[in-house]
């Protein structure tokens, strides 16, 4: 066990494991995290707090995360290398699991000028698979980056990372996991899924070469709200991929937001028999409430209670 | 080659707004390429300040220079006489050149007439491209001779980052996407491998630009 | 009251401009008082310097009379010098004189009805204007 979380001992068990997400109020409102918590608390095995999503200033995902944990849910606490650099970076690990947090996903983060603080300097010290490797290195030698300084104490982190099998170039995207197991990653998540084959096209290629039993995937799917949303994001967004059928079925209903859960537990029954896929992560963005529906109709409640 | 644009005009009329005598000095070296302190540009940005000047009826009178190179104290210096008969120097030089002036005529004030923006390549005429950040270790060999420092928008070492998509950085529809050219020139000299080692974290605060102020001595060459 | 008859420099190409001033002798065109005449064997050879020195050294407006675009006998000569108008035009923008003060003509070799008339537009519009607060 690297870190004795609720999500590892769900993967240990070989159980389908499920985690949410929510996103920190942008400000100090408790009540914010408490309400979208409680959406979520049962249907999951763990939460990513996001890191400052789209650079947009949010509470600290430490700080909510350690709000998560009095409240009862396990967090997966994200953080990005662009805002912090490596001195902050080693000691918010200190600080996170000092707090009990024991799930961390690296991830470089989106770009400044995407947020509000678009004159901010931006720091990527390090990018998301030096990040991998400096926690891994904090956890299994008890050394901060550089190697010299002895850690007080143990640092014991279920390290995840992401990986986006529809950005570009596609053939390196499997390949660049691999670099993400070496540094010593633990756990993936993938970006939203709507593009089924050329999501099995990178499964495939992920199990050619044995990562999928180096590191547990969890495939990424979030709901459409409606024909708005999800022509949107086919076209504004990158690196998601929306395939015209989907966004046709969306349109044309006469309940769009059904039909969008409906082709998300679709997905989530489909996911469930790629091999490799270990697990899902359902990101209901601004829909937290949808969590607790769609894990239901999916058949993947209740959740395990794993000791 | 460094980069610069000149600075909106009104800002160095403002600079100049005390003075009624000023050099303004070009350089014939960085500047002359990207068409923003040359000989040309300060012909140009003399006449354009004189007749702003008589416009409100507080004349300048602007003495014209460009030197090979202004960053080097040979050619500065050679503008010693000039420089004693006027009140204050306008360098359409990049910052390098404003400041090897400063260094050299310490009670002559000295104003920057462009914005050095980057070292960049010449696209085409008339399209410059920043290439280069002096990042002090240079990783062109890892990469293809594509630099993910100054080319991409997040400094990646082990790119590209989930944004990467049709070749094109998210953050800009005109910007490559770094990675992308790097995984296709590694592609093209068979030498795709070196992608798939985990490039370790730069040492930006000791080898880099955050290691404080740079210097390099030769003590060969001190004569 | 006293007159004021705006100077204008008229750089005019020597593929198009020139061969239509020559015309407007000819044709008797009445042009207006106190405009220069400066020869160029393309519009391409006018430096951008010249536009604003012009206008520095005494000049209230300047024309320059270039061939139609695709008809460029040196290919590119007159869109250089509209790039270089157009640095010029902004360059007066920001010091408060008014572009219209320079101006590229587009004509033919036989189009010396029309150099006149827009030589003695210009005068008028320039008259209005007034004289050129920039010159030293």
Redesign the interface.
């Known amino acids: 066990m690297k870190a004795g979380s609720n999500l590892e001992k769900v993967f240990e068990k070989k159980l389908f494991a499920v985690t949410g997400e929510l996103g920190p109020p942008k400000g100090n409102d408790v009540s914010v995290v408490k309400r979208k918590a409680e959406l979520l608390k049962g249907y999951v095995d763990a939460v990513n707090v996001t890191d400052n999503q789209t650079a947009i200033v949010r509470m600290s995902s430490i700080a909510t995360s350690s709000l998560l944990i009095q409240m009862g849910l396990e967090p997966v606490m994200q953080m990005t290398t662009?805002d912090r650099n490596?001195i902050a970076i080693q000691s918010d690990v200190f600080g996170a699991t000092a707090l009990g947090i024991k799930n961390m996903l690296c991830l470089?983060?989106?770009?400044h000028?995407?947020g509000n603080q678009v004159d901010a300097k931006?720091v990527?010290?390090?990018?998301?698979?030096?990040l991998i490797?400096?926690v891994r290195t904090m956890r299994d030698q008890g050394k901060l980056?550089g190697g010299e300084e002895k850690i007080e104490g143990e640092v014991k982190l279920f390290i995840g990372a992401?990986?986006?099998p529809f950005?570009?170039?596609f053939e390196?995207r499997a390949?660049?996991l691999?670099?993400k197991v070496?540094?010593g990653v633990n756990f993936i998540q993938t970006?939203c899924i709507y593009d089924m084959n050329r999501f099995k096209e990178w499964m495939k290629m992920v199990r050619d070469r044995g990562l999928h039993e180096k590191c547990h995937i969890l495939a990424g799917v979030t709901p459409l709200k409606s024909g708005g949303m999800a022509r949107y994001m086919a076209k504004n967004v990158?690196?998601i991929i929306i395939p015209d059928e989907i966004i046709d079925r969306v349109v044309k209903s006469k309940k769009p937001a059904e039909e969008g859960i409906k082709i998300c537990v679709e997905q989530i029954q489909e996911l469930r028999e790629v091999e490799g896929v270990h697990g899902v992560h359902i990101m209901a963005i601004e829909w937290e409430q949808m969590t607790s529906k769609i894990t239901e109709m999916a058949g993947l409640l209740p959740r395990p209670k794993v000791e | 080659m460094i980069k610069a644009e000149q600075k909106?005009?009104?800002e160095i009329?403002k600079y100049l707004d005390p003075y009624n005598k000023i050099l303004l000095s070009g350089c014939g070296a960085c500047v002359t390429v990207c068409q923003a302190g040359g000989e040309?540009e300060v012909?140009?940005l003399a006449?354009?300040?004189?007749?702003?000047r008589?416009?409100i009826g507080k004349?300048l009178e602007v003495l014209e220079a460009t030197p090979a190179r202004q960053c080097e104290p040979e050619f500065a210096l050679e503008m010693s006489e000039t420089i004693e008969k006027v009140e204050a120097v306008l360098s359409v030089a990049c910052g390098v050149g404003v400041q090897t002036l400063v260094r050299h005529f310490p009670k002559m004030p000295i104003f920057p007439g462009v914005n050095t923006t980057f070292l960049g390549e010449t696209i085409t005429h008339g399209v410059w491209e920043e290439r280069c950040q002096a990042c002090g270790n240079c990783v062109l060999e890892k990469t293809g001779g594509i630099c993910p420092i100054s080319r991409c928008?997040?400094?990646?070492?082990?790119?590209?980052?989930?944004?990467?998509?049709?070749?094109?950085c998210?953050?800009k529809k005109e910007a490559d996407?770094a990675w992308?050219l790097i995984?296709?020139r590694l592609k093209a000299l068979n030498q795709l491998y070196k992608?798939?080692?985990?490039i370790?974290?730069k040492r930006?605060g000791v080898e880099s630009r955050d290691s404080g102020l740079r210097r390099i001595v030769r003590e060969d060459l001190k004569v | 009251m006293s007159t004021f008859d705006p100077k204008i420099i008229a750089f005019c190409c020597d593929q198009s401009g020139y061969p239509a001033a020559d015309m407007a002798g000819t044709l008797k065109q009445k042009l207006p008082k106190n405009v220069e005449i400066v020869r160029v064997p393309c519009a391409g050879r006018i430096?951008?310097?010249y536009l604003?020195?012009a206008?520095?050294k005494g000049a209230d407006g300047v024309l320059v009379f270039a061939c139609f675009e695709e008809n460029c006998q040196f290919l590119r000569g007159n869109l250089r010098a509209k790039g270089r108008l157009s640095?010029a035009h902004r360059?007066l923008e920001?010091?408060?004189?008014e572009k219209e003060r320079i101006e590229i003509c587009h004509l033919a070799t036989n189009s010396g009805a029309k150099l006149a008339e827009t030589l003695r537009r210009k005068s008028e519009q320039l008259k209005k204007m007034g004289p050129n607060?920039?010159?030293?």
């Open positions: 662009r490596r470089t983060g989106d770009h000028t995407f931006n990527h010290d390090l990018d998301s698979i030096q490797d400096c980056l992401a990986e986006n950005a570009d170039p390196f390949v660049r691999g670099k070496a540094a970006q990158s690196g | 909106p005009i009104d009329l040309k012909g140009l006449s354009g300040l004189r007749m702003a008589q416009k004349k928008a997040k400094q990646l070492l082990n790119g590209p980052c989930g944004g990467s998509s049709k070749g094109k998210e953050i996407c992308q995984y296709d992608m798939e080692e985990v370790p974290a930006w | 430096e951008t310097i604003l020195k206008l520095e640095y360059m920001k010091i408060g004189l607060p920039g010159k030293i």
